[in-house]
Nanobody, 123 residues
Framework: VQLQASGGGLVQAGDSLRLSCEAS????????MAWFRQAPGEERQFVAA????????YYVDSVKGRFTISRDNAKSTSYLQMNSLKPEDTAVYYC?????????????????WGQGTLVTVSS
């Protein structure tokens, strides 16, 4: 499975962005999808995940109520809608995929990774 993340950019605090992750080369509907982020000098951290057929989602506490993960299996694409952005959301955002239904915040559980897209939030 190849993953292509896009949608990052430079925004001001309070603005919104929608990231996309387009998959190819596999059966997208059989993969749980997730987003991680990595700020400069920090470890890559879990942000959100969604089951292979949608429905169940899981978020890190710091983004609950502001970010929404979704997917369109017909388009083989996962999305991360980010509202009320804060400067501390600044990071490179990566999408990831793993076969099956289990939602996980553990980076090592994900077999496939996109290249990352940079989100910069100015104050």
């Amino acid at each position: 499975v190849q993953l292509q993340a896009s949608g990052g950019g430079l925004v001001q605090a309070g603005d919104s962005l929608r990231l996309s992750c387009e998959a190819s080369g596999g059966t997208f509907s059989s993969y749980a999808m997730a987003w991680f982020r990595q700020a400069p000098g920090e470890e890559r951290q879990f942000v959100a995940a969604i089951r292979s057929r949608g429905g169940h989602t899981y978020y890190v506490d710091s983004v609950k109520g502001r970010f929404t993960i979704s997917r369109d299996n017909a388009k083989s694409t996962s999305y991360l809608q980010m509202n009320s952005l804060k400067p501390e959301d600044t990071a490179v955002y990566y999408c990831a995929a793993q076969p099956g239904q289990i939602l996980s915040e553990v980076r090592g559980r994900y077999a496939y990774w996109g290249q990352g897209t940079l989100v910069t939030v100015s104050s």
